[in-house]
């Protein structure tokens, strides 16, 4: 079955800090994956999405996230957080190539607590 | 990026009340709209997907009597949560897609309470 796993409910981490957030797929076919963010209340937007070629995607906000096929995994990293980054992060996969139907399956999501 | 509507943001309503739900596309012609659903502390969840001028597929688990949408429009589609009832509270996203593009863009939520 196709699903998305975020492995880590909650992570704090201090100001300044880097940060890794988890993402495993598990997907029949090509699969576009997406890392949104949503803060309390609101709805969700884009930090960067994969759909083929580099492997190493850039985002905004200085994320940038890292397919591995072989690991099936997408894991989003930025290398200093700022206060601001506290929301709730979530991935997502979509069907890619020819399969794409625009549904999505989203994870769990990760709460990203930042310290002082 | 695409500019989302949707209306209200928030809405409170008694229980067994019918309420409708408002996603606009501003900037381009959704052809599809994806409506998920999101309960407090968990992720979003899809409910159905509807293209312009075609009756929606509901996914598993989702009551299409329960849960209407109208998409009669490339700008415009509506989701009404019929008969309402406190376990329908939920946050209601709306997706909007264009043809076969690969952006997702997405509302900006409504929250519903059912008292």
């Known amino acids: 079955a196709q699903s998305v796993t975020q492995p880590d409910i909650h992570i704090t981490v201090s100001e300044g800090a880097s940060l890794e957030l988890r993402c495993n797929y598990s997907?029949?076919?090509?699969?576009?994956l997406f890392w949104y963010v949503q803060s309390p209340g609101q709805g969700l937007q884009l930090l960067l999405k994969?759909?083929?070629?580099?492997?190493l995607v850039q985002g905004i906000k200085g994320f940038e996230a890292e397919f591995k096929r072989s690991q099936s995994s997408f894991n989003l990293r930025k290398p200093s957080v700022h206060w601001s980054d506290a929301a709730e992060y979530f991935c997502?996969?979509?069907?890619?190539?020819?399969?794409?139907?625009?549904?999505?399956?989203f994870g769990q999501g990760t709460t990203l607590q930042v310290k002082p | 990026g695409a500019v989302v509507s949707q209306h209200p943001s928030r809405v409170i309503c008694k229980s067994g009340t019918s309420v409708k739900i408002e996603c606009r596309s501003l900037d381009f012609q959704a052809t599809t709209m994806f409506w998920y659903r999101q309960f407090p502390k968990q992720s979003l969840m899809l409910m159905a997907t509807?293209?312009?001028?075609?009756?929606?597929?509901?996914e598993q688990g989702v009551e299409k009597d329960k849960f209407l949408i109208n998409h009669a429009s490339l700008t415009l589609s509506t989701l009404t949560v019929t008969s309402a009832h406190p376990e329908d509270s939920s946050f209601y996203i709306c997706?909007?897609?264009?043809?076969?593009?690969?952006?997702?863009?997405f509302g900006p939520g409504t929250r519903l309470t059912v008292l």
């Open positions: 994969y759909f083929s070629g580099d492997t």
């Open positions: 997502a996969v979509g069907a890619g190539g020819s399969s794409n139907t625009g549904k999505l399956i």
């Open positions: 997706s909007p897609r264009a043809g076969a593009s690969l952006e997702q863009f």
């Open positions: 997907y029949g076919a090509t699969p576009y």
């Open positions: 509807s293209n312009e001028g075609s009756k929606a597929t509901y």
